[in-house]
């Protein structure tokens, strides 16, 4: 069965640093792959996603994400985070060709960032 | 223009009972999903209906079911309410379910709370 997993349950990060959240998935055949992002009191909203082309994928608010087919991983990073981007991060895979609605998510990543 | 509304927002119901939510995807989206997310876990895929039809089902109990009507809304009925149930159910919208062009719009979700 298809998965995916979330290194990170919580992170916190001082304002300015870097970050780099984790994804791995599970699954043979060729993925659609997306970050989410829910901040507090909102809903999710995508953040970026990777269908094929350029592994290095840009995303809204200066995030990005390299997909590494090898190992199976579509890792998160920004080079400098802001309090605002404290929020929870979801990683998500679809099957390509399969229907879009059905995603699988990981478990989520919370990220807190201290002014 | 208006999101993914979803009602209601919270609600509590006893052991045994039924709860069907309601859904209106964005204006022009065809497709509507239905995620469950347990506290502390990422959104587990339900359903997905297109243009009225089921695209796709999760591994859920036959005591949820779906439907989709001819204005694209969607209900989520879940009957014989079980403790476990209790979760915050999302809906998300997109344009087609043909093809994947990747992005899921979601509600706010309604929080089901079981006793």
């Known amino acids: 069965a298809q998965s995916v997993s979330q290194h990170n349950h919580h992170v916190i990060l001082s304002e300015a640093a870097s970050l780099e959240l984790g994804c791995n998935y599970s699954?043979?055949?060729?993925?659609?792959l997306f970050w989410y992002v829910q901040y507090p009191g909102q809903h999710l909203q995508l953040l970026l996603k990777?269908?094929?082309?350029?592994?290095l994928v840009k995303g809204i608010k200066g995030f990005e994400a390299e997909f590494i087919k090898s190992k199976f991983s579509f890792n998160l990073r920004k080079p400098s985070v802001q309090w605002s981007d404290t929020a929870e991060y979801f990683c998500?895979?679809?099957?390509?060709?399969?229907?879009?609605?059905?995603?699988?998510f990981g478990k989520g990543t919370k990220l807190s960032v201290k002014p | 223009d208006a999101g993914v509304t979803q009602s209601p927002t919270h609600l509590i119901k006893t052991r045994g009972q039924h709860v069907t939510l309601r859904c209106s995807p964005i204006s022009g989206h065809k497709s509507v999903s239905w995620y469950q997310q347990v506290l502390g876990q990422g959104p587990q895929f339900i359903f997905q209906y297109y243009e009225k039809e089921e695209r796709g089902r999760g591994n859920f109990p036959d005591r949820f079911s779906a439907r989709q009507f001819p204005n694209y809304s969607s209900e989520l009925n879940v009957n014989a309410l079980l403790l476990g149930d209790s979760a915050l159910y999302l809906c998300?919208?997109?344009?087609?379910?043909?093809?994947?062009?990747?992005?899921?719009?979601f509600g706010e979700g309604s929080r089901l709370t079981v006793l």
């Open positions: 990777y269908f094929s082309g350029d592994p």
């Open positions: 998500a895979v679809s099957r390509t060709g399969g229907s879009q609605g059905n995603l699988i």
């Open positions: 699954y043979g055949g060729t993925v659609n």
């Open positions: 998300a919208s997109s344009l087609e379910s043909s093809r994947n062009t990747g992005e899921l719009f």
